[in-house]
C-alpha cells in the first residue's frame, strides 16, 4: 500500500515570498489533515479536511495561510507571504474514519516538506 | 481541549522495558487515548490507541486506570531502535480535537 505523498521535500524561500506544499493521502482515506512542526516541538494541527469539507483550522493563520482539497482527494497547503516564524516540518497525514468511536483512527504520515524562511 | 503532560526525557537501557506516562486530567467522556512515535526527520507513527483498561498489541501496551487521567505506554525489552519521540494524544476519532500534540518524551535507549 502506497503511503502518503508530499512534495516538495525541502524548499528555502525569503521572506514575504509564497510557497504552495502539496500531499497525496492515502487512497481511500476521506480524512485528511496538515501540521506544522517546529524544531523541537510537537506537531501543531493546522487544518483538518473530512473529504471535501474543512472539519477544524482554529489553529490556521488565516491571514497568510491557506489550504485547499478539491475532489477530496489532494491537497495543497499556501503561505503567502511567508515569515521567518514559518521555517518548520510540514508534515500532511490521512487517516480512514471507519465510523464508530470504537474504530481505531490512526493517522499515517508523508515525510514532510522542511520550509526555510530566510 | 484536553491537555496532556509527559515527561520531557527518559533515558533505558537495551531489553528494559520502558514506562512512559501521561497525564490527561480534563479528558472527556468520548475522547480515547492515542501514542505515536517519531524518528528524526520522519512523520509520526501510530503505536497503540486505547479507552479503558488495558490493550496491548505487537509492539506494546496500553495501560489506562478507570478514572482515566493518565495512560501509561509500555515497551517491551527496548532496543536502540526506538530511540524516538513519544508523544500522547487524547480527543475524540470522530471529532477535530484528538490532534494536539504536546513536547512529547524523548526515549533514549543505551547498550
Known amino acids: 500500500e502506497a503511503g502518503v505523498a508530499q512534495s516538495p521535500r525541502y524548499k528555502i524561500i525569503e521572506k514575504r515570498q509564497s510557497v504552495a506544499f502539496w500531499c497525496n493521502p492515502i487512497?481511500?482515506?476521506?480524512?485528511l489533515y496538515w501540521y506544522q512542526q517546529i524544531l523541537g516541538q510537537g506537531p501543531k494541527l493546522l487544518i483538518q479536511?473530512?473529504?471535501?469539507?474543512?472539519?477544524?483550522d482554529s489553529q490556521l493563520p488565516k491571514d497568510r495561510f491557506s489550504a485547499e482539497r478539491l475532489k477530496g482527494v489532494d491537497s495543497t497547503l499556501k503561505i503567502q507571504p511567508a515569515k521567518l516564524e514559518d521555517s518548520a516540518v510540514y508534515l500532511c497525514a490521512s487517516s480512514y474514519l471507519a465510523g464508530g468511536p470504537s474504530q481505531v483512527n490512526e493517522q499515517f504520515f508523508g515525510p514532510g516538506t522542511r520550509l526555510t524562511v530566510l | 481541549l484536553a491537555k496532556t503532560t509527559q515527561p520531557i526525557s527518559m533515558d533505558s537501557y537495551e531489553g528494559q522495558e520502558v514506562n512512559i506516562t501521561c497525564s490527561h486530567n480534563?479528558?472527556?467522556?468520548?475522547?480515547?487515548i492515542t501514542w505515536y512515535q517519531q524518528f528524526p526527520s520522519q512523520g509520526p507513527r501510530f503505536i497503540i490507541q486505547?479507552?479503558?483498561t488495558k490493550v496491548t498489541n505487537e509492539v506494546a501496551s496500553l495501560f489506562i486506570p478507570a478514572d482515566r487521567k493518565s495512560s501509561t505506554l509500555s515497551l517491551p525489552r527496548v532496543s536502540l531502535s526506538d530511540t524516538a519521540v513519544y508523544y500522547c494524544l487524547v480527543g475524540d476519532p470522530l471529532g477535530g480535537n484528538m490532534l494536539t500534540f504536546g513536547g512529547g518524551t524523548r526515549l533514549m535507549v543505551k547498550p
Open positions: 480534563n479528558i472527556a467522556t468520548n475522547d480515547y
Open positions: 486505547g479507552y479503558k
Open positions: 487512497s481511500g482515506h476521506a480524512t
Open positions: 479536511f473530512q473529504n471535501n469539507g474543512v472539519v477544524d
